[in-house]
């Protein structure tokens, strides 16, 4: 028996070097171990799901069967490193490097300004360099599909899809030299670009059966399918380990343990693929990448009528998960994993696959069938058998298969229903000879609905079968009330959308073949008229186009001046290279400890007790942190860092343990024993918080004119009510901290990923009872904020601190995706009702729009966000008689927080939903409205501050124009006309933003600048990096004020020791007040060098500051500046709380598919008022990539909260962010011509924010073509505005015979699986 008692070296290549490692542990993933054994930091951790991207790294390996080399990108995070024997793994650092040579993707991608934060980057590159390697010039599809895995929160995705794309066939290459050639034609970087010395791997994979053991698990390798069966009957309960994206998630999350994991990945049986006249026979160890190209060339030999069911798995195989994870899951573990939303298994069980199982005691074959779907013990595998090959036969003529499928977005989702159908037809006829019909995502498994087909055999292919069907299959699939998943009626309603769809296309190719073969007149179908045929068509995967336009520079500006060009982002290239250091990429100081946080798993309840004295025990565990280890005070009264003796949400933060290392610190977690005492009320939803008169602060009001009268003289008056859902930050790094106590003095030091290290400098101290002098927080890079990082980073900063002082050793807090998901909050949903009076023309006489939104269990930033939002609610329409009013809910729910856009997202909706409806009852077009209702001339906000509306006239023109929106709206009209089942909308949104804070003392700043007697500058100033690129715009103004390149500059890291008592970098001012102060900074230091410069007006600059050195002159100089004047006078609703107004306008055009809920965006123009940019590619970027984060708000992100208050969606898989897929299919941005204000540097303007309420323009576009819909059919026009505009909902505003004829279940008879909490 091949089963050593030692453990063997593990040995494979990383970046063409060789790795032996002698005690490896098979729980480690090749994540970690590059991160932490090799320092190859380069490879981020943001999700350790799969489903990110951001750990992509290329994998190459030995074929056995073709013995070619396959090289293909994987997620580190779910590699276990034991499966990598003989391989060779290339990272982002083995391809290039700022220190050496650059790859030509890291250079473009850059150079395209396709980083941000540049968290993705990384990734981002690997996935783009795995897909060079196997296609050196890829099609535009290819690149699209190669990205489909990777997320990106910041950029909006099309910079980096341009930068893609100057490699494809389509493209003229990068033509960044100038010389309208590509760099890669130029000889430059050729041996590196796409070749071998990476490429180094074991040769001749051995045979042996390789062991390795850990601590608690053993990895066997055999090497021989005998030696894999032998070791099946020795270890039954042993599962087999192939890609791992079923049992890592598992092993993950839901606690799953194996003590020991057979991998068969070197046995060549398990992957050989046989193709005969009885079909195909492909080797369960085939990746499902091998299956799409084994179906494709299937596809493309053999006949239409013989390959069905190939092409309907192909279908599903163009959309399931990302390429990384295709590439990595085979299809053995697809099928044997059993998971309901399997999007293969409902294909190849109405299919007729059939499974050919494999054990020592021989062979023998089981069906795909409900029986093995279902689990059944006879129809199962026996525990030492294994599955060696699926069989699936050729399809009949006849015989029509086809696959259908639901997600909340089109790519890199998993399914709400799938389902697979297949018909045959007894030759000649249109009479049922067989049926088979399975959907997924309606229960535990793949559910057959074997019974509603069998009643069906013999019928004629018609609509009485269809009714017939559509009543058996609601009765069979019966979905349950609580069904885990939610969105229950929806799906229900899929189960017979599909089946239509089924239906038609049947019946399409019926009449086809029926023609064919003369059939009597009985036979004949009546056409499907061309309205109803749109019904057939899916929405394609499209490559997104689209054109930015810059703003000009003023031809007399110098050539070496930067400012308004558009400079790439400082850290662009050691984003793309993973050369730039975030803070979990510090290396492990000495006696480092690892902190894990215990959260709460109630919402509302007593601490009874806590017990940790089992976790203390675990090997590694140092320390539990509880709240009685606080030196100093533990939070605010009622928001407290660590809870004492009652919790008010899931998620609260209760203690914390220190241990050697994350994996000690998890489970150390997993044996602390918290008992609670549950309390009353518990309270999650706005509607429960009304009742309870449950509020964070008082209401916040503004009111103008006599609303009461105004109503009374309208011509109408229309009521609604509008629900905007949460969002979560999904910034790609998670919030992390490494605190280092120093030895003297009580010092330490902090590097923390924050928008505002004074805020954790001024907690730990506090928290720790120490003087904020002794503590210094550095801040080199943040991997995205938008919000996020304002408040909580100081909570996290301040618990690991009171770690590092009582074990008095380093502590690294690194969050992992669920717990920051789970902990941090979010945007705050809103509820909202408006009442608006208005005369038959659509002018707006009177609007009373009251907002609550749910703020959680503590304040945080909630009043700040009601103001906010109370503030711009009026967004840019004049009101005269107008009232808005906002409060503030308490409930048991994580605190909500900052979120870009501040509340002005969410509450705009209200009113664009309000001014929709005034259209909708005046039968005019929404924009006809707006229009009619927008501020033209030089006015007065609610709040009376003075404002000239020019810009967002001309904003708002333009973008009619730019959009040709008249000519499109009359389009879509027609469209709408000629097409049932699929409607398109059109909306155009204008906008008019407030930047900044409603106070003076928040918009001062500091900058500090250092000339060095080199003459090279360091630049220090209180704003943080966090993707927006402030650092670079920093320099531009630096580099105009000294008249000096920016190549003399450096920024280190924004530190409390440099600039000391900074404001959060948020409210877009950022880059403006920081800017303000290094030009101050700059301009001291130049008037105290302009007499060594008049003296020697020729010299260098070198010249200047050596004599300035000589002569005793500071080269040192602190800027400040004073803040813009901003008050809010709430008593009297007046002030000025806001510096200037950022303006604009968006278009979008979308199309629905009303029988499933789906759209597709199909084009988007912007138009932005600037001002004069400091760098409009970086402003360009943030416009683009707040408007698709806006866009993901308003179309597919979802909270899901359990009746007991816990976050179900705490993963990419459960919360959808967009892809890239999502990305309009035309995307224009442009940049209205530069203007003067006096009032800004360089009369540039923050547009960090704004473009985010942009999105709802997807949101307004999709809601027309529900309206078309609905006018179409008679339907009531005041269904209640939901925001996202999820498939869900969609669907079922798309009121049809369908959704007619679903059961509804009485919501006083079951407990839902989610709540709606806004
Ligand atoms: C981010 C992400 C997104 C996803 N998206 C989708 C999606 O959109 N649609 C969809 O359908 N699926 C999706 N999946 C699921 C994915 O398809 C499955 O996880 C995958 O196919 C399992 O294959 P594996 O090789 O990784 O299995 P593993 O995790 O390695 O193994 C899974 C199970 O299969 C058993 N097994 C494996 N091979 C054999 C064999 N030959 N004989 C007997 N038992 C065997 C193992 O014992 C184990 O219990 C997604 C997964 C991830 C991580
Ligand atoms: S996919 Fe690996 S970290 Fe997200
Ligand atoms: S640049 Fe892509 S996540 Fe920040």
Redesign the pocket.
Known sequence: MPCPPRSHELVFFVNGRKVIERNVDPEETLLAFLRKNLRLTGTKYACG???CGACTVMVSKNDPVSKKIRHFSVTAC?VPICSLYGAAVTTVEGIGSIKTRLHPVQERIAKSHGTQCGFCTPGMVMSMYTLLRNHPQPSEEQLMEALGGNLCRCTGYRPILESGRTFCTESNGCQQKGTGKCCLDQGENASSSFGGKNDRMAENPEERTLTFRGERVTWISPGTLKDLLELKVKHPEA???????????AMKTRGQFHPILLS?ARISE?TMVTKTSEGLTIG??CS?AQLKDILAETVSELPEEKTQTYRALLKHLKS??GPQ?RN???L???I??R?S????NPILAVGGATLNLISAEGTRQIPLDECFLAGLASAD?KPEE??ESVHIPPSRKWEFVSAFRQAQCQQN???HVNAGMRVLFKEGTDSIADLSIAYGGVGAATVSAQKSCQQLLGRRWNELMLDEACRLLLDEVSLPGSAPGGQVEFRRTLVVSFLFKFYLEVLQELKKLVKLFSAPDSQRHPDISDRFLSALEDFPVTVPQGVQTYQSVDPHQPPRDPVGRPIMHLSGLKHATGEAIFCDDIPMVDKELFMVLVTSSRAHAKIMSIDFSEALELPGVVDVITAKDIPGTNGAEDDKLLAVDEVLCVGQIVCAVAAETDIQARRAVEKIKITYEDLEPVIFTIQDAIKHNSFLCPEKKLEQGNIKEAFEKVDQIVEGEVHVGGQEHFYMETQRVLVIPKTEDKELDVFVSTQDPAHVQKTVSSTLNIPINRITCHVKRVGGGFGGKVGRPAVFGAIAAVGGVKTGRPIRLVLDREDDMLITGGRHPLFGKYKVGFMDNGRIKALDIECYINGGCTLDDSELVTEFLILKLENAYKIRNLRLRGRACMTNLPSNTAFRGFGFPQGTLVTESCITAVAAKCGLPPEKIREKNMYKTVDKTIYKQAFNPEPLIRCWNECLDKSSFHSRRIQVEEFNKKNYWKKKGIAIIPMKFSVGFAATSYHQAAALVHIYTDGSVLVTHGGNELGQGIHTKMLQVASRELKIPMSYMHICETSTATVPNTIATAASVGADVNGRAVQNACQILLKRLEPIIKKNPEGTWEDWIEAAFEQRISLSATGYFRGYKAFMDWDKGEGDPFPYYVYGAACSEVEIDCLTGAHKKIRTDIVMDACCSLNPAIDIGQIEGSFIQGMGLYTTEELKYSPEGVLHSRSP?EYKIPTITDVPEEFNVSLLPSSQTPLTIYSSKGLGESGMFLGSSVFFAIADAVAAVRTERDLADNFTVHSPATPAWVRMACADRFTEMIPRDDPKTFKPWSIPIA
């Open positions: 799901r799969g489903g779910l599962p087999l380990i192939l890609g791992n994206t079923s049992l890592g998630p068969p398990l369960a160890g499902l399931l998960a994870i990595m899951a085979s053995g573990g697809h044997i994993s998971h939303y399997s999007d293969l595998l294994i599955l989702a998993l399914p898989d």
